[in-house]
């Protein structure tokens, strides 16, 4: 230590004064002594940066307490972040109320889309889809001819673009109220077996063939299947009844025979089959092959 090479150093001095010591001890005692000093200094600096490193850790624990602390709140904050995000994420799919095909885009990129769409600028729905096992064909019929549509009963479907096939339907609703400026009640019949020839918005012809039967079980009369005309379609044409069958949009002249009257309607017994159509309240101007103007 630094004591003992001073102590050393005295003692070496005093025995060199006495001449027992050489000069070379007291030299050798005197640069011991020097090195135990630069030692001791060097030990006080590796201290004080020892000190200095202590109170820089403390520092850096102490910001990094700080920066755990932040940490830690922001995982919070992060957390409901991606609530939000999620959220967000959510409303940009579209979940459809019911199983079916997209028939049609009703909106495009950047339109608004709302439920009570008003302007020309925003849209009351994204598409429009069709659930094809429940398609309905809505059918205007006249108030003279409702009596033979009977709420439940079966009918006959025959659409333009497939004529000669019959699909089995069932009368599901009658409207309450009419159509005042047509005339008409509106009547929805589904379809029993629909396959995938239907389309929506398709041209189709019903035929409610239970009419007669209900009318004539109401009478108690005989069931037996026979065809029913408003009076109203009839003409006579050389003094014998005759109607105008419809082909498509061309009205033929055909003669019939009729026989009784039942539920306000004329029977027709030869000359019409069940399906066909005729105008009903045919003008006098009308002539046979000429063509007409068919109301849904």
Known sequence: SLDWAALELTRAESLRADGIASQGRVDEMLAQRDRARAHRESLAAALD??????????????????????????????????????????????????????????????????????????????????????????????????????????????????????????????????????????????????DERLRPEMGARVVFTSSAAAAVAADGESASPVVLLPRSAVVTIDGQPHVFVLERDVAHQRAVVLGGERSGRVIVERGLT??????????????????VRVSS
């Open 49 to 194: 940066s020892a000190h200095v490193g202590e109170r820089s850790v403390e520092l850096e624990l102490a910001l990094s307490e700080s920066h755990l602390g932040e940490a830690v709140a922001l995982v919070g904050v992060k957390a409901a972040e991606r609530e939000q995000a999620k959220a967000t994420l959510d409303k940009t799919e579209v979940r459809a109320p019911f199983d079916g095909v997209v028939v049609l885009k009703d909106a495009e990129v950047g339109e608004v889309v709302s439920p009570n769409a008003a302007s020309s600028q925003s849209r009351g729905s994204i598409v429009t889809m069709v659930d094809f096992a429940t398609l309905e064909v809505q059918v205007e019929v006249p108030e003279t001819s409702l009596g033979a549509v009977v709420l439940g009963s079966p009918a006959k479907i025959f659409l333009d673009a497939y004529p000669e096939h019959a699909y089995a339907g069932l009368v599901l609703r009658i409207w309450p109220t009419a159509n005042r400026q047509k005339a008409t009640v509106e009547v929805r019949v589904g379809i029993s077996a629909p």
């Open 274 to 291: 069940d399906g066909e159509r005729v105008v009903d309240a045919p003008p006098d101007s009308l002539r046979d092959g000429e063509r």
